[in-house]
């Protein structure tokens, strides 16, 4: 694996370009989020998404109701049980979203420089002149000058179905705004995003609260991305919010970060958050396009360091309706994988783009590729002068399993971990083999009956970059006796070897609790 790790930063023989890749069983140390809807719900079409490398299934109530999304997720669970490759859940919920009522669901062309009026009256029907919307409160956001976009839910940018308004006067309750462009609205869900505009709505809304206390606590949901985060408060009356869910306290919140809001409050929501979400959709539409790039590289930094997982979202929007992505596009999803993200998260790509499996397949091959070139050394560096010293015990011992494994050329790390915790700092340090995270079950008891503990942490390793999860054999307690450690560490090896990753004579490092201590030891298979 890493006799073909390039350096950008050296010179590259142009022809090794051409050379095929070798095909690996993972198939990129950078994880895929796809978004399950009408093109991408059916066994068939799920099976495929996870075969090409989809490792979270999205589930956006922005649209569809409960029901709708639990038939997509039993679906989900047989493509699980038939590919046998682990998939977690994420909810996005809907939040301070604003939205076009159309219930006629007629196509509205609206015309260059002619006046429309956004209404709260949602009673009133949807014209070229009218505009119904979900919030009373607009007149009183926005002023003279500002500029609202209205588009397809999800919208690419390349249709003609997007527009830019400038307000022109408040009247009111309603909003006159001139039109900057000439656009047909079709379709059924159309949002308006106000740049830079406070909308006065709770983040968590009763309607989210509501799916989530149902679908959510029904479904055991591992991740839980919150849109619309503009505060840290929001994070934690979310986390509040799920605390009093039962077992929904282990999920994780994920904030989506989506305007200018959130975006001057991003050091205290990165704090409260579990990882964050860069969607670049709205915050493109907030921000200057020359500064879009900036956000990113200063997001993604700061998430690194952190350690906490960074999902970027918006890379290959002409993928919604083409079989291949544009060549900016193929640079770009490169460029969010040098940066570091952990995560790329489709949404119009596999909700309702034509080739949901292929686009997944493709992003995939692009960040295989970039995980190649990815400049582990000087990010080490980095990581460890940004950490300081002393470091904490855990991270000290991550860091050197790490900088084991880079010296020792070893095949995969192995992290035995039952919070999941050590194997995520592992990840932090990025090495530049698959690090397999064993997670050992916890057995819990309420008096009444015994349960294990592990299915959550396993799962939500599944959008950190190189982590791979394997949830251990409950009879094989992590840190007890030598003999059983032995016999849990020889599942996950026969585990690596029957995926290609470990072959004979490869070496491996393995970090993992006996008794107090953390141990880093380093082993060398034989035949």
Known sequence: MHSNHLLLEEPIRMASILEPSKASFFPAMTKIVGTLGPRSRSVEIISGCLKAGMSVARFDFSWGNPEYHQETLENLKAAVKSTKK????????VGPELQVINKTEKSISLQEDAIVVLTPN??????????????????????????IFVGQYLFTGSESTSA??????????????????????????????????HINLPTLSEEDKEVISSWGVQNKIDFLSLSYTRHAEDVRQAREF??????????QIFAKIETVEGLTHFDEILQEADGIILSRGNLGIDLPPEKVFLFQKAALYKCNMAGKPAVVTRVVDSMTNNLRPTRAEATDVANAVLDGSDAILL???????????ETISTVGRICAESDKVFNQDLY????VKFVGEPMTHLESIASSAVRAAIKVKASVIICFTSSGRAARLIAKYRPTMPVISVVIPRLKTNQLRWSFTGAFEARQSLIVRGLFPMLADPRHPAESTSATNESVLK????????YGVIKSHDRVVVCQKVGDASVVKIIELED
């Open 164 to 197: 830019w308004l400038e307000v022109s006067e408040v009247k009111g309750d309603d909003v006159v705004c001139v039109i900057k462009n000439s656009a047909t609205l079709a379709g059924s869900l159309f949002t308006l995003h106000g740049s830079q505009i």
């Open 380 to 383: 080490f560096k980095k990581t």
């Open 491 to 498: 599942v996950a090896l026969d585990h690596g070897k029957a």
């Open 242 to 251: 799920l605390s009093k869910l039962g077992d929904l306290s282990q999920t």
């Open 86 to 93: 682990l998939c977690a859940v994420m909810l996005d919920t």
């Open 122 to 147: 949602q009673d009133l029907e949807a014209t070229s002149e009218l505009l119904p919307i979900n919030f009373t409160g607009l007149s009183k956001a926005v002023k003279k000058g500002d500029t």
């Open 347 to 357: 949404g119009a790509e596999t909700l309702r783009g034509l080739y949901p499996v």
